[in-house]
């Protein structure tokens, strides 16, 4: 039986996963710089971010994207 790879690099990670790993990354000053979205920006926190990110789909669209290419920069040879 051949195992499927999947090549996506969202694949089986969670929004909160994603965004604990921007904000260490970045900080929030620095991701609120990257995508100037109020709750970034205004008072922080995973909470309300993720309850914001959930409902808004361009925002979220927005932290994957940031994310997608944050992981090709760590991972290039």
């Known amino acids: ?12 990670k969670t929004l909160l996963m994603i ?5 260490e ?3 929030w000053e ?5 995508i100037n979205i109020k709750c970034f920006n205004n008072n922080p926190s995973i909470k ?3 309850k ?3 409902r808004t789909n361009w925002a979220r669209k927005k932290v994957e994207d940031l994310y997608i290419l ?3 920069k760590i991972n290039k040879p």
Not at 1 to 12: Q, R, S, T, V, Y
Not at 30 to 34: A, N, S
């Open 52 to 54: 914001f990110l959930r």
């Open 30 to 34: 620095h991701l609120g710089y990257k």
């Open 70 to 72: 944050t992981i090709k």
């Open 1 to 12: 039986m051949d195992k499927h790879i999947n090549n996506d690099p969202l694949h089986g």
């Open 48 to 50: 309300s971010s993720l």
């Open 25 to 27: 990354t970045y900080g």
């Open 19 to 23: 965004l604990d790993f921007l904000v």
